[in-house]
């Protein structure tokens, strides 16, 4: 059995079958804070869309090939025209 929570009731738990499944959509990795400017982080979320990625992808892609790992490639960026002011 796996512990949920506990109810309002003195001395009462709540159990559920430990044979839950992972949760749909749970990333597998885990969110990272980081501070950016709010119009750069909107204006990279618009820039990939366009490209059809997302800025998660382009940090990942970004991270790995700044870290130099095998295989890594820098990021394409939008061309002029579609960048956000």
């Given at each position: 059995m796996v512990h949920m929570h506990?109810?309002?009731g003195p001395?009462?738990?709540a159990y559920a079958a430990g044979t839950l499944s992972r949760v749909p959509n749970q990333p597998k990795t885990p969110n990272r804070a980081?501070?950016?400017?709010g119009q750069v982080w909107e204006d990279a979320g618009q820039a990939s869309a366009a490209m059809g990625t997302d800025r998660t992808k382009l940090i990942n892609q970004f991270l790995r090939w700044?870290?130099?790992r095998p295989g890594a490639k820098l990021p394409e960026r939008p061309p002029e025209?579609?960048?956000p002011a």
């Open positions: 506990r109810n309002s001395g009462k738990t980081v501070r950016v400017d700044y870290l130099r025209d579609r960048r």
